[in-house]
T-cell receptor, first 114, second 112 residues
Framework: EAQVTQNPRYLITVTGKKLTVTCSQN?????MSWYRQDPGLGLRQIYY???????DKGDVPEGYKVSRKEKRNFPLILESPSPNQTSLYFC?????????????FGPGTRLLVL | AQKITQTQPGMFVQEKEAVTLDCTYD???????LFWYKQPSSGEMIFLIY??????QNATEGRYSLNFQKARKSANLVISASQLGDSAMYFC?????????FGAGTRLTVKP
């Protein structure tokens, strides 16, 4: 089954404790991205990757890091989480450059930073 | 920079009636794509419908149709014959390059 998986699905942590949210897709997609969703703001892009070893900042990259060492994986790293990073996070992937190419979303990761 | 605006934070509709969710966008790129996603209370993002900027006809997918008015830069979602299961958040999104940007969303509640 074609899918994007994220782990963990729920996470409660404390300020400053480094964490990683994993994202994996099994569709051989080149393009992957991370979004955060906050009430009243919709989804905002954090980082995206066009291919292995190619990453770029989205609209809200501060406080986040990513890496793309393999095509299928695109982890999101919070080196020193802060309460303002409490949010719902989505990983997404798509296969081609056609504007209408369907973007597949992971199930989301709910993060609470105390 | 592109911008997506959804002016209705919340909408109510009676079951079996039609409802229109508004979306306006702004881009200087002549080539772009418009999307609508549904997010039920369970949280997942479900793709509903796509409209390309060069498409001559409005997109339709079952009970969903997209009222595309290019000159007005609007891409409203029309849901016909609303069902209780349509209660959810709805997001309008646009892609005009590599990035996809989303509106703030509209919460639709279908009343029995």
């Amino acid at each position: 089954e074609a899918q994007v998986t994220q782990n963990p699905r729920y996470l409660i942590t404390v300020t400053g404790k480094k964490l990683t949210v994993t994202c994996s897709q099994n569709m051989n997609h080149e393009y992957m991205s991370w979004y955060r969703q906050d009430p009243g703001l919709g989804l905002r892009q954090i980082y995206y990757s066009m291919n292995v070893e190619v990453t770029d900042k989205g609209d809200v990259p501060e406080g986040y890091k990513v890496s793309r060492k393999e095509k299928r994986n695109f982890p999101l790293i919070l080196e020193s989480p802060s309460p303002n990073q409490t949010s719902l996070y989505f990983c997404a992937s798509r296969g081609g450059v056609w504007l209408g190419e369907t973007q597949y979303f992971g199930p989301g990761t709910r993060l609470l930073v105390l | 920079a592109q911008k997506i605006t959804q002016t209705q934070p919340g909408m109510f509709v009676q079951e079996k009636e039609a409802v229109t969710l508004d979306c306006t966008y702004d881009t200087s790129d002549p080539s772009y794509g418009l999307f609508w996603y549904k997010q039920p209370s369970s949280g997942e993002m479900i793709f509903l419908i796509y409209q390309g900027s060069y498409d001559q006809q409005n997109a339709t997918e079952g009970r969903y149709s997209l009222n595309f008015q290019k000159a007005r830069k609007s891409a409203n979602l029309v849901i016909s014959a609303s069902q209780l299961g349509d209660s959810a958040m709805y997001f309008c999104a646009m892609r005009d390059g590599n990035d996809m940007r989303f509106g703030a969303g509209t919460r639709l509640t279908v009343k029995p």
